[in-house]
Antibody
């Protein structure tokens, strides 16, 4: 069974930075696009970013473009999200998700990690 | 960006009922529409992909239909474990969009 385990969440002040990690196992990580999806408390799902198998293509939601950077290390089967210039509206549970690429679905999800941006 | 309109936003039903949730998009997305179930405090779970394909392991009481701009998720014979929030998601565009969600509650 696919395993995706996020870590790195926590409390950070507005304007601060945080790096999320997602450790993947039980599937061939390098064969999949990967994504981050977030969910603010009591709200719906919002796609954040995705990255191609070899890291050569990346996409971002307008709400995070220029502030967040997605990356991956296929040797470590790990996905990352570097979040800079954090705002209160970035407060959410962040999920990593396995994605097959364009015109496909989020096949498996991690359990999520909570990021709280507050002074 | 593609706009998604999911309805209703909430729904009350009884065990054994048949319920339908609708998702409408602002432009044609062909069949690139997926459905997820989310229970409180849990990650979303894929139910239906490409409008009508049942994900492995998902009970057959769940079904999806539609193409273009209008899609439906139908649950036939509601079970207690089906009371949750459901989201549609388009995968046609480069900027992926989710519907607002439908909260399915016990009547």
């Amino acid at each position: 069974e696919v395993q995706l385990v996020e870590s790195g969440g926590g409390l950070v002040q507005p304007g601060g930075s945080l790096r999320l990690s997602c450790a993947a196992s039980e599937f061939t990580f390098r064969n999949y696009w990967m994504s981050w999806v977030r969910q603010a408390p009591g709200k719906g799902l919002e796609w954040v970013a995705n990255i191609k198998q070899d890291g050569s293509e990346k996409g971002y939601a307008d709400s995070v473009k220029g502030r967040f950077t997605i990356s991956r290390d296929n040797a470590k089967s790990s996905l990352y999200l570097q979040m800079n210039s954090l705002r209160a509206e970035d407060t959410a549970v962040y999920y990593c998700a396995q994605w097959r690429g364009a015109q496909s679905e989020f096949e498996s999800w991690g359990q999520g990690t909570l990021v709280t941006v507050s002074s | 960006d593609i706009q998604m309109t999911q309805s209703p936003s909430s729904l009350s039903a009884s065990v054994g009922d048949r319920v339908t949730i609708t998702c409408r998009t602002s432009q044609s997305i062909m069949i690139y529409l997926n459905w997820y179930q989310q229970k409180p405090g849990k990650a979303p779970k894929l139910l239906i992909y490409a409008a009508s394909n049942l994900q492995s392991g998902v009970p057959s009481r769940f079904s999806g239909s539609g193409s273009g701009t209008d899609f439906t998720l139908t649950i036939t014979g509601l079970q207690p474990e089906d009371f949750a929030t459901y989201y549609c998601q388009e995968s046609y565009s480069a900027t992926i969009t989710f519907g607002q969600g439908t909260r399915l509650e016990i009547k």
